[in-house]
Nanobody
Framework: QLQLVESGGGLVQPGGSLRLSCVAS????????IGWFRQAPGKEREGVSS????????EYADTVRGRFTISRDNAKNTVYLQMNNLRPKETAVYYC???????????????????WGRGTQVTVSS
């Protein structure tokens, strides 16, 4: 069973940066699609970014493109999300997720993912 553990969240001022980590265990991520999602209180979970392991293809939500960067460290079986110029409305629990096959769902749609971490809280506030 693939297990995912997120870390790196915390309190940051508007305009600040954080780097989230998603460490996988149980299986190598080499064959998976990895996604980062976030969910603010009272709102639906939304896709932030995704990376397709087999070719490294990356995808970003329009709201974060140019500020967030997704990356992988194969040796550490870890996926990162570098977040720059954070905004207060981006306060949320951030989750990583994985799937081998999205079964027709798009990469930033949560329904296609089978494995989820427990999330890490990101709070953007002065």
């Amino acid at each position: 069973q693939l297990q995912l553990v997120e870390s790196g969240g915390g309190l940051v001022q508007p305009g600040g940066s954080l780097r989230l980590s998603c460490v996988a265990s149980g299986y190598t991520l080499d064959y998976y699609i990895i996604g980062w999602f976030r969910q603010a209180p009272g709102k639906e979970r939304e896709g932030v970014s995704s990376v397709r392991s087999r070719d490294g293809n990356m995808e970003y939500a329009d709201t974060v493109r140019g500020r967030f960067t997704i990356s992988r460290d194969n040796a550490k079986n870890t996926v990162y999300l570098q977040m720059n110029n954070l905004r207060p409305k981006e306060t949320a629990v951030y989750y990583c997720a994985a799937a081998i096959e999205l079964r027709g769902w798009r990469r930033l749609e949560s329904q296609g993912y089978d494995y989820w971490g427990r999330g890490t809280q990101v709070t953007v506030s002065s």
